[in-house]
Structures are given as structure tokens and as C-alpha cells.
Nanobody, 124 residues
């Protein structure tokens, strides 16, 4: 069973930064494609960023490219989402997730296991 626990959300002004963390159960990163997704009120869950099993390649939604950076620390079983130049439209609940059977995944419906989510609110 994969366990994922996010932390690091909060309230920030537009233009500010936040770093989200996701603590995963052991061996998760080598076995699953990992990703960050988000869901804003009244909207469907959407892909934000992904990292492949090797940890060498990352993928981003166009809306966050150049502003967000995903990384992971295998020794700590933790992955991160560094979010810079935040905009009010980035406001959402952010989830880390694991995609069973995928080397990497860029669609929300490809993800199998989800954390509980962490709220990010960007004020204008």
C-alpha cells in the first residue's frame, strides 16, 4: 500500500513562493511515476508536474512551466514542488500522487494513489 502525505501549503500573496513536500512510503519512487496535481473549486483535478521513475526527467503543465520545479530526495522518500511567482489562479488543493504501471504520467486519470491534499491560496 502506497502512503503519501503532503505538507507545506498555506496563504501567500501573488508573486510569492511556497514549497510543497510529499512524504512517501519506502520504494515508492522507484516503482511508480510520481506527480503533483491540483483541484480548484468547481474545476476538475488537473495535472501540474510529474517526475519519472528514474528521477532524471520532469514534465510540467504549460500553465506552470518556468515557475514550478518538481524534485525528489530518494534518501528521504520525499518529493517537492517549488512554486515561484505564484498567481491567484494557482489557488487550489494540491495533491501528490503515484501512477501504478506508468514510468511517468501526465493525466489525472493515470494516477492510482493520492495523498490527502494541501490547500494553497494565493491572494491578489
Amino acid at each position: 500500500q502506497v502512503q503519501l502525505v503532503e505538507s507545506g501549503g498555506g496563504l501567500v500573496q501573488a508573486g510569492g513562493s511556497l514549497r510543497l513536500s510529499c512524504a512517501a512510503s519506502e520504494h515508492t519512487f522507484s516503482s511508480y511515476g510520481m506527480g503533483w496535481l491540483r483541484q480548484a473549486p468547481g474545476k476538475e483535478r488537473e495535472f501540474v508536474a510529474a517526475i519519472d521513475r528514474s528521477g532524471r526527467n520532469t514534465y510540467y503543465a504549460d500553465s506552470v512551466k518556468g515557475r514550478f520545479t518538481m524534485s525528489r530526495d530518494d534518501a528521504k522518500n520525499t518529493m517537492y514542488l517549488q512554486m515561484n511567482s505564484l498567481k491567484p489562479e494557482d489557488t487550489a488543493v494540491y495533491y501528490c500522487a503515484a501512477a501504478e504501471g506508468y514510468y511517468y504520467a501526465t493525466q489525472a486519470n493515470e494516477y492510482t494513489y493520492w495523498g490527502q491534499g494541501t490547500q494553497v491560496t494565493v491572494s491578489s
